[in-house]
């Protein structure tokens, strides 16, 4: 099992940054592939960005490319998503997931995930 926690959301003026963390506990953080999604009030949930074990690979989503940035601490057992020039529509509940294998962008992909962490962003 793999326990993940995220943190870092709140309320951010449009425009502005924030950084979310993921720490995860349990099993070796550095076997597996991390993501974060997002999912808006009566949208399906949609993938912002993944990293591969050692970080050597990422995927964005087309929306956040250029804006967001993936990137992990193995040692800290942590992965980051660092949000900048945010706009009303990044506005939404985020989630990391876990998966032990290759990198994905697919939501059904990944094994384990943290209970979100909240932002809104004002105009």
């Known amino acids: 099992q793999v326990q993940l926690v995220e943190s870092g959301g709140g309320l951010v003026q449009a425009g502005g940054s924030l950084r979310l963390s993921c720490a995860a506990s349990g099993r070796t953080f550095s076997n597996y592939a991390m993501g974060w999604f997002r999912q808006a009030p009566g949208k399906d949930r949609e993938f912002v960005a993944a990293i591969s074990w050692r970080g050597g690979s990422t995927l964005y989503a087309d929306s956040v490319k250029g804006r967001f940035t993936i990137s992990r601490d193995n040692a800290k057992n942590t992965v980051y998503l660092d949000m900048n020039s945010l706009k009303s529509e990044d506005a939404a509940v985020y989630y990391c997931?876990?998966?032990?294998?290759?990198?994905?962008?697919?939501?059904?992909?990944?094994?384990?995930w943290g209970q979100g962490t909240q932002v809104t962003v004002s105009s």
């Open positions: 997931a876990a998966r032990n294998r290759l990198v994905s962008s697919r939501a059904f992909d990944y094994d384990y």
